[in-house]
């Protein structure tokens, strides 16, 4: 995992370099996929999820208001001041890494430069806490009251996961203060978190693909994921060059 995130963490870059006004989405899904194929790995997204409608593409690309699992398509241009999600998922020698970014397209209003950078220091301060013996909801909790802070919401119905030898594996990771049973962490544990942070209120609908989330409220979402891997004394980030 530690060599195919850091793989996957390259990939990444390279496609946040494609993420400008004019291109479409489409043309960065080809991209992901060459060089995931390049590099011995395989799009752990594509084909995921119900056999009647699986997820078409190798990366999920979602836009300004659109939170998570946006479908690629060429039809899809990007323009200037958008807020383009990349989440991507690779198997690489049989272990599963998973991150996301959320990068600008040109020029985008100080809100939206703002959101960016909380939802990614959100996620840096929740990772800050992680370590063997924690109780998992701290880490939420963390999260929450960094984001909450700034005048921004947090998803709630989408949440982090555990991950390895599959896409999603227990435990559910929440990125708020939460009631369910308390989870000790330990030492080993592999997690993908993922804070998804909204300009307006925290509820979503899901759009007519069937896969899509997106704000309720048609505001602004920001998303950024890290695979980490839990230590005693702290938390190693996989998916980080």
Same mark, same amino acid.
């Given at each position: 995992?530690?060599?195919?995130?850091?793989?996957?963490?390259?990939?990444?870059?390279?496609?946040? $370099? &494609?993420?400008? #006004?004019?291109?479409?989405?489409?043309?960065?899904?080809?991209?992901? =996929?060459?060089?995931?194929?390049?590099?011995?790995?395989? #799009?752990?997204?594509? %084909?995921?999820?119900?056999?009647?409608? /699986?997820?078409? %593409?190798?990366?999920?690309?979602?836009?300004?208001?659109?939170?998570?699992? %946006?479908? #690629?398509?060429?039809?899809?241009?990007?323009?200037?001041?958008?807020?383009?999600?990349?989440?991507?998922?690779?198997?690489?020698?049989?272990?599963?890494?998973?991150?996301? =970014?959320?990068? #600008?397209? %040109?020029?985008?209003?100080?809100?939206?430069?703002? @959101?960016? +950078?909380?939802?990614?220091?959100?996620?840096?301060?929740?990772?800050?806490?992680?370590?063997?013996?924690?109780?998992?909801?701290?880490?939420?909790?963390?999260?929450?009251?960094?984001?909450? +802070?700034?005048?921004?919401?947090?998803?709630?119905?989408?949440?982090?996961?555990?991950?390895?030898? $599959?896409?999603?594996?227990?435990?559910?990771? /929440?990125?708020?203060?939460?009631?369910? =049973?308390?989870?000790?962490?330990?030492?080993?544990?592999? @997690?993908?978190?993922?804070?998804?942070? &909204?300009?307006?209120? =925290?509820?979503?609908?899901?759009? $007519?693909?069937?896969?899509?989330?997106?704000?309720?409220?048609?505001?602004?979402?920001?998303?950024?994921?890290?695979?980490?891997?839990?230590?005693? &004394?702290?938390? $190693?980030?996989?998916?980080?060059?």
């Amino acid at each position: 995992m530690r060599e195919g995130g850091k793989i996957l963490a390259k990939i990444m870059h390279r496609l946040g $370099e &494609n993420v400008l #006004p004019g291109q479409n989405t489409g043309a960065i899904n080809e991209l992901a =996929r060459k060089l995931i194929f390049s590099a011995g790995g395989f #799009p752990i997204f594509e %084909g995921y999820g119900d056999k009647a409608r /699986p997820y078409p %593409g190798a990366v999920c690309t979602s836009i300004n208001n659109e939170i998570v699992h %946006g479908i #690629p398509q060429k039809e899809r241009i990007i323009h200037e001041g958008d807020l383009v999600k990349l989440d991507i998922g690779m198997k690489y020698k049989g272990m599963i890494t998973d991150m996301a =970014r959320t990068y #600008p397209a %040109g020029a985008i209003s100080l809100e939206a430069q703002k @959101l960016v +950078a909380t939802t990614k220091e959100g996620l840096d301060e929740g990772i800050k806490i992680i370590k063997a013996g924690i109780k998992l909801n701290d880490y939420g909790k963390t999260v929450e009251k960094y984001v909450k +802070a700034r005048g921004f919401s947090v998803v709630r119905e989408l949440v982090g996961h555990g991950v390895g030898r $599959e896409l999603h594996e227990d435990p559910c990771v /929440p990125n708020y203060a939460s009631k369910t =049973r308390a989870i000790i962490l330990a030492e080993g544990m592999t @997690l993908a978190l993922e804070p998804m942070v &909204n300009v307006g209120t =925290r509820y979503i609908k899901l759009l $007519e693909d069937g896969w899509t989330y997106a704000t309720k409220d048609g505001k602004l979402s920001a998303h950024f994921e890290d695979t980490i891997v839990v230590r005693k &004394n702290g938390a $190693e980030i996989l998916t980080r060059i």
